[in-house]
């Protein structure tokens, strides 16, 4: 334990020299100066012990999560990250802690060149806010923000990476399956230190006609495009679970005997599994080649999952085409 006081800490550890920023940490406010013909994008997303996170998780992986979730919003938008502010609530100083955490934070505000400019520092139960800021083009007055209202009849229906394997670290975390170390450590990589599609979301601005990020499960975000666009979906649940990356490696935990998970455990880890902070988007077949040039562009791969149709709501079907009931939900912290 340490003596180190409010503004020792911040000095310390979260004041850096101002880059882009006309003025960082040690004000009142910090100054940021739009470029002309851009957006400001704006958004926040706070991590709260026992609800986002395990007690036990490496405060270094949790400083980049911190970032790396809302590094996802701004990629979801295609916007290019600019800065961002941090209000944290902490039991007591831990120097051992704030260290690592502040250093996986900082590694990966640096790799976006995202700067910290400002925040809050407060005693209070484990918990984590950030706010980031970054822009988007304005181009013969049109933003180029990519929306979540923006899906037609007809478009088809992307995903960028790998679902599902952060639920499936959670599952092994938890109990309920087991794994071999090594396919811990990975699925647990993509838990603990998500990699936010930033450079896809850029690339896609003028490609894709609807984005979001995947963090509560896909078809419980997917949703969220369909009503904010009006639109409805057909979406091949076993092309999904095929992007599980980890997938074949797990058994259930308990029981006499080691089973694997039924196939429709593999289809609920892949359409509602959260944490995945990948890109769910739309575009008109037109686009299909620069989709692709998109995703070879900024060195994400994305699969084809399905299509946007007129008729409202969601269908699921199998590989053959065969319809499936829709049983699964995604996380909702008051559902
Ligand atoms: P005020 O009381 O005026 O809100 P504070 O004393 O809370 O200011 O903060 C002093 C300065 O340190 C401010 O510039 C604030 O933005 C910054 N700051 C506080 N906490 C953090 C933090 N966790 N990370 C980065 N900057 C911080
Ligand atoms: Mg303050």
Sequence with gaps: MSQLGEFELIERYFKRPAQRAVLGVGDDCALLQPRP???????????????HFLATVDPARLGHKALAVNLSDLAACGATPLAFTLALALPHVDEGWLGP????????????????VGGDTT????????????????????SQALLRSGARPGDALYVSGTLG????????LLGRLSAPAAVLDAARLRLEQPSPRVALGQALRG????????SDGLLGDLGHILRQSGVGALVDADVASSLVATKSYYTRASGQFDTQPALADWRRWAL?????????????????????????????PVTRIGQIEAEPGLRLVDGQGRPLANR????????
């Design 272 to 300: 509602a599994g959260g944490d995945d902070y990948e890109l769910l988007f739309t575009a008109p077949p037109s686009a299909e080649a620069a989709v692709a040039a998109a995703a070879l562009a900024s060195q994400t």
């Design 101 to 116: 955490f502040a250093h996986g934070l900082l590694a990966l505000a640096d790799a976006h060149g995202c700067e910290l």
């Design 165 to 172: 394997d952060a639920a499936l670290a959670l599952e092994v």
């Design 328 to 335: 699964y939900t995604s996380f909702d912290h008051f559902g």
């Design 37 to 51: 013909g851009t957006q400001l994008a704006i958004s926040s997303d706070m991590l709260v012990e026992g609800r």
């Design 123 to 142: 005693r209070g139960p484990l918990n984590i806010c950030i706010t980031v800021f970054g822009e988007v083009p304005v181009l013969a007055g049109r």
């Design 207 to 214: 490609i894709a006609s609807a984005a979001i990020d995947v």
